[in-house]
C-alpha cells in the first residue's frame, strides 16, 4: 500500500474522502438506527446471519484482491519505482476494480449484521456511487499512464460487478 498524498490530484482527494466516508458512516449509521431509530425494524438472527456471509465473501473479495494486486493503493497513480505492471490475474480476469465490491459487500454484510435494513441500504448507496465516481477517475489515469490497461479495457468488460456495471 505505497501512498503518494503529495502528488495526488484533488479529483482522486475527493474520490478517496468519500469513499472513506462511505465505509465509515453506515457502521455508525447501524448503531444509531439499531438503538435509536429502528427505521425499517431490527433484522432477525436469520437475516443477521446472511449479513456475516455477505460480510465474509466481501472479506474475502478483498484479499484476494489485494493478493493479485500488489499496487493497490490509497492514492491513484503509477508506481513506476516499484516497477508498476498491470494486475489482470485472479479476480482482475473477470473485473477491473473487484477490491471496490469488496467493500460494498463486506460493508453492507457488517450493517446487516448489526441489525439494520436502514445502514445496509444506505451503504450500499453511498458506497456504489463513490466507487463508480472513484472508478472513473481511476481510470482515466491508468488509460493514461499504465501499458497495457487500454487493452484491459476491451478484455475485461465488467468495472465492478458482472453483467451490470
Not at 441489525?115 to 456504489?128: C, K, V
Request: glycine fraction near 6%; aromatic fraction near 14%.
Amino acid at each position: 500500500m505505497r501512498a503518494k498524498p503529495a502528488a495526488q490530484a484533488p479529483a482522486d482527494r475527493l474520490a478517496f474522502s468519500l469513499m472513506a466516508a462511505a465505509l465509515a458512516l453506515p457502521i455508525m449509521f447501524a448503531a444509531k438506527d439499531v438503538f435509536d431509530w429502528q427505521i425499517f425494524g431490527i433484522a432477525d438472527p436469520k437475516v443477521q446471519a446472511m449479513g456475516m456471509a455477505v460480510f465474509l465473501l466481501g472479506f474475502v473479495i478483498t484479499f484476494l484482491s489485494m493478493l493479485h494486486n500488489e499496487y493497490a493503493a490509497p492514492t491513484i497513480h503509477i508506481q513506476k519505482e516499484a516497477g508498476h505492471r498491470l494486475a489482470d490475474s485472479g479476480l482482475y480476469g473477470m473485473l477491473r476494480h473487484p477490491m471496490y465490491l469488496g467493500f460494498i459487500l463486506f460493508t453492507a454484510g457488517t450493517c446487516l449484521f448489526l441489525g439494520s435494513y436502514a445502514a445496509t441500504a444506505f451503504s450500499l448507496l453511498a458506497l456504489t456511487a463513490s466507487a463508480i465516481y472513484r472508478i472513473q477517475i481511476e481510470e482515466k489515469t491508468l488509460a493514461r499512464d499504465l501499458p497495457g490497461y487500454s487493452d484491459y479495457i476491451s478484455r475485461v468488460k465488467w468495472r465492478l460487478l458482472p453483467f451490470i456495471y
